[in-house]
């Protein structure tokens, strides 16, 4: 059981608005900043979204972060089939650990 | 750029200890920037933070592993290490290095499949 709660799937065509929620609490999401990677198959995750909603250098503006109070969401606009992928949201909670969520999985229809 | 290599061995006797070693390049472990973690990802799940070191050595453990894991650096060699003791079948994950701390990792290592087996 994860601290942060992902729905399990997701999915969307090609073009269309995906959006992910991620649902915490005080001590994680409500406190501190949420960070979002992408993990294609068979391959390492990827931060995607730092600092809530900040996009590191490479990352399409098609992606972006939201937060308020203990929730927080990514947003993928203009779908495209290569952003099939897990995608995670992840945490420091003040409990002293870095927790995620269960992961989502995203599939273009 | 920088890259980060996980290395050891991909088969660990049930009770035994794991240990991995990640190395660096295209940066140094000893930049005050930067803390280095290790991650794992049991086989079709989730990730699950294991720990991280800062260059003087300083320490931060997933409290839930805290009492069997270890985590060293060696700045001479550019890399740092990981010690799990006690293994069971539950410790079978693909296990990452990371540089990064308090949930932001922004460079990962490609991972490495350590599968606890007598």
């Known amino acids: 059981q994860s601290v942060l709660t992902q729905p399990p799937s997701a999915s969307g065509t090609p073009g269309q608005r995906v959006t992910i929620s991620c649902s915490g609490s005080?001590?994680?999401?409500?406190?501190?900043?949420v960070y979002w990677y992408q993990q294609l198959p068979g391959t390492a995750p990827k931060l995607l979204i730092h600092?809530?909603?900040q996009r590191p250098s490479g990352v399409p503006d098609r992606f972006s972060g939201s937060k308020s109070g203990t929730s927080a969401s990514l947003a993928i606009s203009g779908l495209r089939s290569e952003d099939e992928a897990e995608y995670y949201c992840?945490?420091?909670?003040?409990?002293?650990?870095?927790?995620f969520g269960g992961g989502t999985r995203l599939t273009v229809l | 750029q920088v890259q980060l290599q996980e290395s050891g061995p991909g088969l660990v006797k049930p009770s035994q200890t794991l240990s991995l070693t990640c190395t660096v390049s295209g940066g140094s472990i000893s930049s005050e920037d930067y803390f280095w973690s290790w991650i794992r990802q049991q086989p079709g799940k989730g990730l699950e933070w294991i720990g991280y070191?800062?260059?003087?050595?300083?320490?931060y453990y997933n409290p839930s592993l805290k009492s069997r894991v270890t985590i060293s650096v060696d700045t001479s060699m550019n890399h740092f290490s990981l010690k799990l003791n006690s293994v069971t079948a539950a410790d079978t994950a693909i296990y990452y290095c990371?540089?990064?701390?308090?949930?932001?990792?922004?460079?990962w290592g490609q991972g490495t499949l350590v599968t606890v087996s007598s």
């Open positions: 070191i800062y260059y003087s050595g300083n320490t």
């Open positions: 992840a945490a420091w909670d003040d409990r002293l650990n870095v927790v």
């Open positions: 600092r809530d909603n």
């Open positions: 005080s001590p994680n999401i409500g406190s501190n900043y």
């Open positions: 990371a540089r990064g701390e308090r949930a932001n990792f922004d460079y």
